[in-house]
């Protein structure tokens, strides 16, 4: 299982950024996929998981209404679509998913909101 993060980087509070995450090595269209976040000197913190056929998302209760997870099972990825950010926002953002009872990650990207 690999997993790749991309799309990170340094944006105005209020702004937008969409992650990426490419999948490989296992069949992506059968598994849930999840994204976390670790912030500055805290915990990993769960943000939102979708299912194998995106017909169930979750949130967590911080970003509700702001980040819309999605994927797109014939190019292996999963996306976090990310509004109105705010400088609380800022973390390592990783994306995650379970394969044979086995937890993958990928390196994570970092996203910085700040002015």
């Known amino acids: 299982v690999r997993l790749l993060e991309s799309g990170g980087g340094l944006v105005q509070p209020g702004g937008s950024l969409r992650l990426s995450c490419a999948a490989s090595g296992f069949a992506f269209r059968n598994y849930g996929m999840m994204w976390y976040r670790r912030p500055p000197g805290k915990e990993r913190e769960w943000v939102a998981t979708?299912?194998?056929?995106?017909?169930?998302?979750n949130y967590a209760d911080s970003v509700n209404g702001r980040f819309t997870i999605s994927r797109d099972n014939a190019k292996n990825t999963v996306y976090l679509q990310m509004n109105s950010l705010k400088p609380e926002d800022t973390a390592v953002y990783l994306c995650?998913?379970?394969?044979?009872?086995?937890?993958?990650w990928g390196q994570g990207t970092q996203v910085t909101v700040s002015s």
């Open positions: 995650t998913t379970r394969v044979s009872a086995q937890d993958s």
């Open positions: 979708i299912s194998s056929v995106a017909s169930y998302t």
